[in-house]
């Protein structure tokens, strides 16, 4: 079974950036579609970022402009840069298939965005 560990987030000013990562136990990343999620306390999971298998990106509007998803050649790592941070992006994040349920969810990383 594929695990999947989120890294890279933290406590950040508002208007500053962070690197996120994904990495997983196998070449996942090349063969699926693949997105970061988000989860606030107290809401619902939300998908902000997609990549396919072609490379084709996709974005919540509440991120669009700011955030990019990318991926590793070698298909083990997928990131999310996150720049102008706001308040409203403070979260748990994490990684999955696209449509979500192929593997099991990792522990997530932290963001939170301080004013």
């Known amino acids: 079974q594929v695990q999947l560990v989120e890294s890279g987030g933290g406590l950040v000013q508002v208007g500053g950036s962070l690197r996120l990562s994904c990495a997983a136990s196998?070449?996942?990343?090349?063969?699926?579609?693949m997105g970061w999620y988000r989860q606030a306390p107290g809401k619902q999971r939300e998908l902000v970022a997609d990549?396919?298998?072609?490379?084709?990106?996709e974005y919540a509007d509440s991120v669009k402009g700011r955030f990019a998803i990318s991926r590793d050649n070698a298909g083990k790592t997928m990131y999310l840069q996150m720049n102008s941070l706001k308040p409203e992006d403070t979260a748990v994040y994490y990684c999955?298939?696209?449509?979500?349920?192929?593997?099991?969810w990792g522990q997530g990383t932290q963001v939170t965005v301080s004013s």
């Open positions: 999955n298939s696209v449509p979500v349920g192929r593997y099991y």
């Open positions: 196998g070449s996942i990343f090349s063969f699926n579609a």
């Open positions: 990549i396919n298998s072609g490379g084709t990106t």
